[in-house]
């Protein structure tokens, strides 16, 4: 070993060891924790709004639409179902800050239009929360499915 490396024989050896291969659940665990800090950097906005009314109700249908736009993009960064998820560039930074805040505003608005009581007249289930989380879910699962799309129309989308 030449005198200027400054390093025993048994720690080049430990440094040149392969490592191990992650597990798929130690890649699905990434794969949410980085969905979880996309969506809630990107969502900052509504977020704010949101909480600042003090509205408990609306509050609870934001977080049911947050939790399912959080696992239809980890869900989407883990196994794609249709087109991969975009990377991140300069004009899909601002794509998915306009998608997520409108997905979001959306859920709450068609959960607030379709359950209200003084326009259908009558409570469609028993909790009066539900099923505006249900709506607010479910357009940000829509959201979520889009994206992708979205992002091929506007000749973003990350090969490999």
Known sequence: MPPNRGTDLSTEQRQLRPRKEESSFSKWLQDVFDATAEVLVFTIPILGVVFLTGDVEVTFILLAALCSLVLGVAIQRHRPLGLPWPGMTPLLVLVRLVVYNV?????????????????????????PILG?????????????VGFPYLARALGHVRHG
């Open 103 to 127: 997905a979001l505003a959306a859920g709450l608005a068609l959960g607030g239009l379709l359950f209200a009581d003084p326009i259908v007249g009558f409570s469609w289930v028993e909790q």
């Open 132 to 144: 505006p989380s249900l709506i607010a879910a479910l357009v940000g699962v829509v959201a979520v």
